[in-house]
Structure formats: C-alpha cells, structure tokens
C-alpha cells in the first residue's frame, strides 16, 4: 500500500510537471500568435467587435454590416434611413456589426500615389483621386440580386470618409447618420459644399453610382470593380480616412442593407493649408507700369522725331532706316517688359518673343552702325594704333567680306581685298551683318515655343508653405532653347561692349562710336548690378516685387539708354539749327576708282556735299572753286605717285595750298595728319601718366608727325578768310 502510494505520488508530481510544460507552451504559442495575427485578440471574449478588422490592434479587413429593412412602415420607432439608392427603407431592426465578411466580400481604398512615395502634401481646397476596390460575392448574403429603384440599373454607392482624429472615437460610415441625427437633435442645419465639414466631425466624398449585373437567378455571384473618388477637403486637419461601400439585396418580400468599409492603405492623413503664393503687389505693378508707359512714351517722341526729320542730311548720313528700325525694337522690348511679372502661360510663351528679339535687334543693329564707321574709317588711318590684325580688326573684316559675299562672287573675295581701301556701306549690307546677328535668336524662339512651350506654375520652398510664380519648361523649370537663347543674348551684348571698346576712339560723326561705348558700358553695370541682386534675393520664400521690378528696370536701361545714345545727338543738332559739317573721312566711299575723291553718300546712295546747314545745301562759288583745287590737288598727288614722278612743277600738290574754308570741311590731307599726330599724343601721353617707358622709335615718331603737321600748316594750309582780307 505504501508502495503503490509512493507510485501515485510520482504519477501526481509527472503529472504537473507536463501541466506545466503544456501551459508554458500554449503560452508561448499565444505569444508568437498574438504578434503576428490580430485575430488573436478573439482569445480574450468581449474585448473585440470584429475577428480581424480594422477595428482591432493590426487590423486590415474589411468591415461588414447587416440591415433588414422594411419598405412601408406604420410603426413611429422604425427609423426611416435616407439614401441615394433605393426610395423607402424603415430600419426595424438592430443594425449588425457582422465579426468577420461573408466570403469574397471585401473592399480596399488607396491614397493618391505621390503621398504614399512622400512626395508631396494633401492641401485644402484642391481635389485629390482616391481609389476603391470592391470585391462583391452575393452567394452568402440575404436576398436574390441588387435592387436600387432610384436608378435604371442596379447600382452600389462608394465614398470616401475622413474622419476627424480627436473628436471622432470609431471611423465607419455611420458616423454621417450619427452627424445628422445630433445637428437634427439641436435642429441645426447646414449647408454644405464640396469639401465641408459635416457636422464638425468628418468629411466624406461620393464616388459615381457603379452599375452592377450580380444575381443569384442568373448564376452570376461576383464581381470586382474600380472606383475613383475625387476628395476635397476645405479646412486643415487631421484625418483617420476609410472607404466605404453600400449596396442593397432584396426579393420579394424582404429587403436588406449592406455596408462594407475599411481604413485606406495610409489610414492617417494630414490636409494643410494651401502655401502662401506671392504675388507682386498691386502697388508695385502699378508703379511698375507707369514707369513703361513714361519710357514707351519717351521712344515714341524719339521714333516721331527721326520719322519726320528723316530726310534731314544729318540723318540721312546715319542710314536712317535703320535708327527706326532700330527705336520700333526698342519700344517693343519697352512695351513687353510687363510680362515679366507673367500672369498666365501665354504670357510665358511670348516673353522671349517679345523681348529677347527686339533687344537682338536693337543689339545687332548696333553692331552695324559700329561696323559701318570701321569700314570707312579704318583704311584712313592705317598709321594709328588701329591695328587690322587684332580680334576686332578681323571680326570687322569679316563682317566686311560676309556683307559682299554674294552669288557672283560665290565667296571668293578675300579678308584683305576688303580693307585695301575706303568702301561704300549699302542698305544691303547692313540688312547682311544685322540678319546675321538677329536671324538666330528668331529661329530659337519660334522652336522654343513650339517644342518647349511653358507653363505658370509656382515654385515652393522646403516645406511647401509658401511660394511664388515662374515660367517652367515641361520638362524641368528651364528648356534647352532658352538657355541658349539666354546665352545667345548674353554673346551678342558682349560682343557689342567688346566691338565698342576697340572702336571708342574712332574718329566718327557726333562721336557715335564714343556714345555707343559709354551706352554699353553704362548698361552693363546696370545689368550686372541687377543680375547680382536678383540672384542673392531669390528664393521662393522672398517677394517678387524685387525681381519683377529690377528685371524691368533692365530692360527699360537697354532701351531708353542706347536708343538717347544714338538718337538724341542726331536730333539735338537738327533742333538746334548748328551749321553741320561733314568731312570727307567721316562718310562712305562713292566710287570705287581709286583716282577719284571721296564724297559723301546718303542712305539712298547718291551723292552729298560736304557742307550743310539745318540740313539745306549753303556753298558760295568761291568755296566751291577753293574745295575744287583741294580735291585736284589730292588728284594729283595720287596721279604723281602712281607714276612714280618727282617732278616739281607748278601743279604738285606738296607745293599746292590746302584751303581751309569758314562753314567747309577741311582737306582730307590735313585731317589725316592731325587725326595721326593726336593718335600718338594719346598714346604718349596714356604711356607717361602710366609710368611706362617711351621708346625711343615712339618719340621719333611722334617729332616727325608733329614736324610734317607744323609744316604743312606753316607752308600749304590757306584760310579762306585770309585771302578775303587781302
């Protein structure tokens, strides 16, 4: 006996020892279980509603809700439930929360792509496509298809619900009846527009009404749709969001309501405020404007101006045609300044149109005019410091050889024949050399707006909050075409600076190449200043008021600046009625025999005195006789060295007098011979205030030009009024 109790003693102790191994491995089981299925909740009773959805801790199915309904009701407790679908419908029942779907019923609802990729932020006020997919299996549910009589079709309902986090405890769809049954409780009525709050608790979007062919007659159970819902949410907040469908089955005698819902696959969402756009003020614009109009208005007077004076010699001198050409484009680009403060994508598209090629224009144009002046002053003045074999000489040799190039010539002239001597500057050839210069710009502005047209959009800083406008390319916020367009616009302004610099101190009529260099100059720094601060200032965060203001001021220097540069100098003279006198050396060969004297040609190719006044011919024949005998002496010289004479007669013209006459341009010889000596006294004296040495060849030089000027004006030089003394 105590044997046998020693034996259920130890069956006892085995007994609890296993006990405990099993519980411990339940445990463990539980454990493992409870951290990677949710349904394992269901373990402990009365703490879940559902077995596995969204609802529970790590739940992701779909919830399900049960309905029976009644179609006429003459009982006051049956709740009369207001929907879109089917006419009448009295709840005479508890609704049932089912614990888990019929099988093959469920739904999944999807935010818009950039928020899931972190690329963006859901802003109020702007329409969002959220998606839902609905899978539906009629095969378990009560009734034989889908009835809607409010439609042709059978149909189902879906919606998006954003639920406010803090105020709402359990999203589901029932949250809006919840809504009106408490605002109808404090008989408060709203009215609501896409994206309100609805009753201060939620927001919720319709999808379309989704046609549907399920019936158990039919054999067909299921079916898998796609909804997209737009969703506008107006004030910021944050969101627990789920999608939800409702769809109704019925027969002949009874009718049942079903709702599924489930949280989206980001359930918690954030809407912010839509982000500060900067705008230029008003005030700005305005001022702005004004400022256009008063420029526009001033280039206006001067293209008038130059219309009505254009058959003045002073601007026939100066190929007139193109100085208007010249101020049309200046004015164009002062008019179109406006759009760089761009209101809609037009705007964008016509900004380079309308700016960059008026101002390649006014810039080529010139170009020109500084070309023209080196073509005919150049082969003068071989002897300064104009030198042809520098970078500008050779560009402007070329600009020569490329305005002759035609089809006889078939491009066979070479660089060197079109300096040998002074040469005529047609019409023609300046349209060469300003095409040349402006054509490109034209091309890549027409492909840019056809290829890369822009867009208004807004730029934003880190956190989107706030921003300003820009004109983007659709590709990426600059195309191709306009930076090389930008670039190409850039070159040619500094090719002008470049091109004016080497030719400020050209001899020329009014001093032009002297106005063209300090007009570029000026513009640059303006341009550069500007430029700098732009470009420190600009950020989405700043006000554009800064930039549009300073990128109009730009603009508005180039135009108003070179337009008074070349034109008011001209117009000056004309209004002032100054006698105007024009040496040979200053204007365009006529000829192209190179025994004859040089004359002045106007804009249409004919001839012109050397002396005007207001723009009217004043010469006496004695003046005209004294210039005969300058001009015949210049003949002979040229006749006398061509023949290789020494002889010293009567005729020679180192013997012949240079006549200086009162209201006359003097001899050619003779300002050749002052324009060389003052050429190599600026020279020497840049040289000594820089503290550099003089070469002794430098100071021989300069005593044998100073010698022969002395000479000639001691010996061969005659005044006019003189010989009317005596």
């Known amino acids: 006996e105590t044997k046998h109790g020693s034996f259920r003693l130890s069956q006892g102790i085995a007994d609890i020892i296993m006990m405990d191994f099993l519980i411990s491995a339940l445990l463990l089981l539980y454990t493992i279980n409870t951290h990677s299925h949710a349904q394992s909740i269901n373990t402990v009773p009365g703490t879940f509603l559902t077995k596995s ?16 309904g009644i179609t006429i009701s003459n009982n006051i407790s049956d709740i009369e439930l207001q929907n879109d679908l089917v006419s009448n419908f009295f709840i005479s029942s508890l609704i049932e929360l089912k614990s888990e779907c019929h099988g093959g019923m469920n739904l999944s609802g999807y935010v818009p792509d950039f928020v899931m990729q972190g690329k963006g932020i859901l802003r109020t006020e702007k329409d969002y496509v959220y998606r839902v997919v609905v899978n539906l299996n009629i095969t378990e549910l009560k009734g034989n298809k889908i009835i809607s009589d409010k439609h042709e079709n059978p149909v189902f309902q879906t919606q998006i619900v954003l639920c406010k986090t803090g105020i ?32 201060g608790t939620h927001v919720h979007a319709y999808g379309d009404m989704t046609t549907v062919s399920l019936s158990k007659s039919n054999g067909r159970s299921s079916q898998r749709f796609e909804v997209d819902i737009p969703v506008r949410v107006n004030d910021p907040g944050n969101f627990f969001a789920i999608a939800a469908v409702q769809f109704f089955m019925g027969n002949a005698t009874n009718l049942f309501k079903y709702d599924m819902a489930n949280a989206l696959n980001n359930r918690l969402l954030a809407y912010e405020a839509p982000p500060d756009k900067l705008l230029v003020g008003k005030g700005v614009s305005l001022a702005i404007m004004i400022v256009i109009i008063v420029a526009a208005a001033a280039i206006i007077y001067l293209l008038l101006c130059t219309i009505k004076q254009r058959n003045e010699s002073v601007m026939q001198l100066c190929q007139v045609h193109f100085l208007v050409v010249f101020l049309i484009a200046a004015l164009i680009a002062t008019g ?7 209101k809609n994508d037009t705007h964008c598209n016509v900004q ?32 300064t410091k104009l030198k042809e074999r520098s970078i500008s000489g050779f560009i402007f040799n070329f600009l020569t050889w490329f305005s002759s190039v035609n089809l006889s010539t078939c491009g066979r002239s070479s660089l060197q024949q079109m300096t040998l001597r002074p040469i005529s500057i047609s019409d023609s050839q300046l349209t060469k050399v300003v095409s040349l210069f402006t054509f490109p710009m034209v091309i890549i502005q027409v492909l840019r707006v056809l290829l890369e047209p822009k867009i208004l959009d807004f730029k934003f800083n880190d956190d989107e909050s706030v921003g300003r406008a820009y004109c983007k390319s659709p590709n ?4 191709l075409l306009e930076i090389i367009s930008a670039a190409l616009l850039l070159s040619i302004f500094v090719f002008l600076l470049f091109m004016a610099y080497s030719s400020r101190e050209l001899p020329s009529f009014l001093n032009e190449t002297k106005q063209i260099y300090k007009a570029a100059l000026i513009t640059v720094l ?26 109009a001021f730009m603009v508005l220097c180039v135009t108003l600046n070179m337009s008074f540069g070349l034109m008011y100098p001209k117009l000056k ?21 190179e025994t004859q004297a040089l004359r002045p040609v106007d804009w249409n190719g004919s001839m012109i005195e050397d002396s005007f006044s207001g723009g009217r011919k004043q010469q006496s024949e004695d003046a005209a006789n004294l210039r005969s005998q300058n001009e015949e002496g210049e003949l002979s010289n040229k006749k006398n060295e061509a023949s290789g004479s020494n002889q010293m007669n009567v005729t020679n013209p180192e013997n012949r007098p240079m006549w200086v006459m009162e209201g006359e341009a003097p001899p050619k010889n003779l300002v050749l011979r002052m324009v060389g000596v003052n050429d190599v006294i600026n020279y020497l004296t840049q040289q000594i205030t820089s503290g550099r040495e003089v070469s002794k060849e430098d100071w021989e030089n300069f005593r044998e030009m100073s010698s022969d000027l002395s000479e000639v004006l001691n010996s061969r030089v005659k005044f006019d009024w003189e010989q009317a003394e005596l």
Request: include cysteine; charge should be negative; glycine fraction near 8%.
């Open 53 to 68: 959805g969204y609802d529970t801790e790590m739940g992701s199915d779909t919830i399900c809700w049960e309905t029976e």
């Open 168 to 199: 709402v405890g359990f999203c589901s769809p029932y949250v809006h009846e919840q809504a009106n049954d408490r605002l109808a409780a404090l008989n408060i009525t709203e009215e609501l527009e896409s994206g309100d709050e609805h009753g």
């Open 336 to 342: 179109g300044s406006f759009l760089l403060n761009p």
């Open 352 to 383: 380079g149109i309308l700016i960059f090629i008026p101002l390649q224009v006014m810039y080529a144009i010139t170009i020109g005019r500084l070309w023209r002046i080196r073509a005919v002053i150049s082969p003068h003045i071989k002897k």
């Open 476 to 479: 990426s916020d600059y195309g």
């Open 526 to 551: 303006v341009i550069a200043i500007g430029t700098f601060v732009i470009m420190i200032t600009y950020a989405p965060s700043t006000s554009p008021d800064a930039q549009y203001a300073l990128s």
């Open 573 to 593: 003279m004309i209004w002032s009625g100054e006698k105007v006198v024009i040496s040979t050396l200053m204007t365009d060969a006529v000829t192209t025999d």
